[in-house]
């Protein structure tokens, strides 16, 4: 039952990505949460407070305007003080000249007592880089 309630979060929080709605998935976030978003591109970070997540989010969002989420699988195990869950998903990125970009990723999140304390995406960062560069520079 737990472990069903934690897919139907993760699904939630993809689903507030899809229509912009990143605060809904920040109150999911423990305050000293721990982000990592690799690359060397100009949206890579590697956080530890909700302010720095909450600000990422908003460049992340306003830079990659229209991007969806499509989750692939959910992988959720042990208890509620120490949950691991793995996450699957294809995005899609709206390029300006009307093309679509598309990636696929692999999320690891550390849950305790219903609180998001580690959150880690890997993707492509190639394919990453190459979006960021047709959409251009973010103006955050």
Do not use: C
Not at 13 to 36: C, Q, T, W
Not at 41 to 58: G, I, K, T
């Amino acid at each position: 039952m737990y472990h069903s309630i934690v897919k139907r979060n993760i699904r939630a929080a993809f689903d507030h990505l899809n229509k912009g709605d990143y605060e809904k998935v920040l109150a999911m976030f423990s305050p000293d949460i721990r982000f990592r978003f690799p690359g060397q591109h100009s949206l890579a970070a590697n956080l530890s407070s909700l302010p720095d997540v909450r600000n990422w989010f908003e460049k992340f969002l306003s830079t990659l305007k229209g991007i969806q989420f499509e989750i692939l699988d959910i992988l959720v195990e042990g208890a509620p003080w120490n949950t691991i869950a793995m996450t699957r998903f294809r995005d899609t990125i709206p390029l300006p000249d009307g093309r679509e970009m598309y990636n696929e990723g692999v999320q690891f999140l550390r849950i305790k007592w219903g609180k998001i304390v580690e959150d880690q995406l890997y993707i492509d960062t190639q394919i990453m880089e190459s979006a960021l560069s047709e959409i251009g520079k973010p103006s955050v």
